[in-house]
């Protein structure tokens, strides 16, 4: 069975800090990873993607994230957060091996201060 | 080119009202998800369309939901005798159709379903 873990409900930064949004998974066979961002009253947008290619995965915006197999985690990452940053991040498993559907987790919601 | 479109944008029914939501999807995607997604909560899955056939309908909650894409292109999620509990956003994606475990999934805008 797959899972998500999203470690935080809420993040503030201040703009121009970097940002960490945290996740960790539990998989039973190869997971691919996602991470999605939801700006209000918006559809949900791909941030990035692994799936099984290079551990660190560079996506738009500016963001990025490692698949560390060993710690079962795929943090988020930016260097430096911007206004337009504020939303909500979903992290996403799911098991390509079996054919299983995407399990999100419960969300982070990112504030960013100026 | 045109993303992936959900009509309506906001339906308020009454308790055991029967409620249809549509999806259009990106042309040429064969793939087309539907999820619910409660206040405070991640997308959760509902059912999988591969083409015009329900490939995995495993997260329906219950025989009240139904949902149906008679040509392979636009689906129709159907909800019988509406409960309060049945309140949430209901989303749709769609993709190419290869390989759900890892393509990207597009998502639309999503239904606001009250059920008073």
Redesign the interface.
Known sequence: AQSVTQLDSHVSVSEGTPVLLRCNYSSSYSP?LFW?VQHP??????LL?Y?SAATLVKGINGFEAEFKKSETSFHLTKPSAHMSDAAEY?C?V??????????????TTLSVSS | GAGVSQTPSNKVTEKGKYVELRCDPISGHTALYWYRQSLGQGPEFLIYFQGTGAADDSGLPNDRFFAVRPEGSVSTLKIQRTERGDSAVYLCASSLGGDRGRETQYFGPGTRLLVL
């Open positions: 691919s999605y009253n918006k559809g949900l947008q791909l993607k799936t979903f996403v799911s098991d390509h091996q079996a054919g299983t559907a995407l399990i999100f987790g419960k969300g």
